[in-house]
């Protein structure tokens, strides 16, 4: 009986060291998962909460379909093209495609007639070569002018002498206020060598800009076929046109005496801007545009006081009336008629 009772003794005390194991495992089981935890945060160099990583947008290829301007969008120089609290309310009577009244300072829109319908734009084109043209080049800069130049069609400056040096500040004078389709393509061929390669820049920086409903395939606009924009993208085009102090003087001028090596030296250049032809109080920009195709084009910009208003009309009936008659609206809706 000793003996059994030696052995049961000697069971109920290894019985009662058994939770004391498992207590201890347990210890061992949570002491290892949290130095396992902290072995991953050093291996990733966590030193705080987590965090998640943020992708751009993906790049919308140039011939996707417009999408209108809704949810409010940036490019890289910061402008939002989003509605207004309080919008213009305007009927116009002439036949309008697509337009856009908006605030230059915010990108806020006033008023808007189909802002995402890709449309031609004749030489509102010519916006976006300008642009090329002075990230790539110096006002200082002299083009040679080649025959290229002159095999053009359309309007032009006219009097480009083959074979010469001319300042290239002149001939974005010529391409921004007469709209010379000559200028454009002496322009391309000094920065890119051919228009070919200098149109590809143009798309490469359209796409850059996260523009949606616009493609370049010429570098004045007198072709119509595949080159389009729409009014929410030209509006912002013109805003980064207005940034560039070079390119806002130009398009503000209602004329221009600039130097040129033909007979007298001089060359005499006039804005077309129907605005600043009228002398509509407050006119600094920007292009017109006209083909068959693309109609009545223009994109306008107005300053009065602090309030600074932008309107795009593609193939319109009259975009000088309209244009009026929508800045008119905008200005006495914001205080400033």
Same mark, same amino acid.
């Given at each position: ?83 207004? #609290? ?20 915010? #990108? ?22 300008? =642009? ?26 006219? =009097? &480009? ?20 389709? $000559?200028?454009?393509?002496? &322009?391309?061929? $000094? ?73 007298? #030296? ?17 006119? $600094? ?32 009936? $009259? ?19």
């Amino acid at each position: 009986m000793t003996g059994s009772l030696s052995v049961l003794q000697g069971g109920r005390s290894r019985q009662r060291a058994h939770p004391a194991r498992r207590r201890a495992r347990r210890v061992v089981v949570v002491l290892l998962l949290a130095a396992a935890a902290l072995l991953v945060l050093m291996a990733s160099g966590a030193q705080g909460p987590a965090t998640v990583a943020l992708r751009p947008p993906p790049v919308v290829p140039a011939r996707a379909k417009p999408v209108p301007p809704a949810p409010p969008r940036r490019g890289n120089y910061g402008i939002a093209l989003a509605p207004a #609290g309080e919008q213009v309310s305007v009927k116009l009577k002439l036949p309008l495609a697509s337009g856009l009244l908006f605030d230059v300072h915010t #990108g806020r829109v006033l008023w808007q007639k189909n802002p995402g319908k890709a449309v031609p734009i004749a030489s509102l084109t010519k916006m976006m070569t300008a =642009l090329v043209v002075a990230a790539r080049a110096r006002p200082s800069d002299r083009v040679l002018i080649t025959s290229d130049a002159l095999h053009y069609t359309g309007s032009g400056v006219g =009097l &480009l002498p083959k074979g010469k040096r001319v300042p290239l500040i002149a001939l974005l004078y010529g391409l921004l206020l007469p709209s010379g389709n $000559d200028a454009a393509i002496a &322009l391309a061929d $000094d920065v890119a060598g051919t228009q070919t390669r200098f149109i590809a820049l143009m798309n490469q920086q359209a796409q850059a800009l996260g523009l949606r409903c616009t493609h370049f395939t010429t570098v004045s606009g007198i072709v119509d076929r595949g080159n389009y924009s729409c009014a929410q993208d030209l509006a912002l085009i013109a805003h980064l046109v207005l940034r560039q102090p070079l390119l806002a003087s130009i398009v503000g001028s209602r004329s221009a005496i600039v130097p040129f090596p033909i007979k007298g #030296g001089k060359l005499y250049l006039y804005n077309n801007n129907p605005l600043l032809v009228l002398r509509y109080p407050g006119t $600094d920009g920007v292009k017109t545009g006209f083909t068959d195709a693309a109609g009545q084009c223009l994109v306008a910009t107005v300053r009065r006081g602090r309030t600074w208003l932008g309107v795009v009309l593609l193939h319109a009936g $009259d975009t000088s009336t309209e244009a009026q008659r929508l800045l008119g609206a905008g200005f006495a809706k914001l205080g400033q008629s």
